[in-house]
């Protein structure tokens, strides 16, 4: 989400919506419905942001993309993950990050596993080729 209070209100959001479905969620799918609910609460929201965003904002972004004499390796695997899809971003971090396995990444965010594989796939080649690349380098 990249800021962390909107962050806690996706979590928030997500378990008033487990709370008030606790009757019909059985115990074994709980964990299961409580990352696809957060992970669609999310997706909504980052959708809703980009609408609300204003064209000026996006060009001072480009605009002051210009890199600084420090290498800063949090700033450029931001950098890096920014420049995937959503669902790329969104199946990486779940896998790499999270640790879920491809079949739990595929209940959270609606698609098979091959799709998953496929996305996983595809976003390390982006990542990799991003990383290796001399726009990067300072």
Do not use: C, H
């Not at 609460?41 to 600084?68: C, F, H």
């Not at 199946?91 to 609606?110: A, W």
């Amino acid at each position: 989400m990249k800021d962390e209070d909107e962050a806690r209100d996706v979590v928030q959001d997500t378990f008033e919506k487990v709370w008030l479905k606790a009757a019909d969620v059985a115990f074994e799918k709980a964990k299961s419905y409580l990352f696809t609910t957060a992970y669609r609460l999310m997706l909504e929201r980052i959708r809703k942001k980009k609408r609300q965003e204003p064209i000026d904002n996006s060009l001072r972004i480009v605009a002051g993309s210009t890199r600084e004499p420090d290498f800063d390796l949090k700033r450029v695997l931001t950098e890096a993950l920014d420049k995937l899809s959503e669902i790329q971003r969104s199946v990486v971090m779940l896998r790499d990050y999270e640790g879920y396995s491809y079949e739990e990444i595929g209940e959270i965010t609606g698609l098979n596993e091959s799709q998953v594989k496929v996305y996983i796939f595809r976003a390390r080649v982006a990542l990799k080729n991003y990383l290796v690349s001399t726009d990067i380098v300072i």
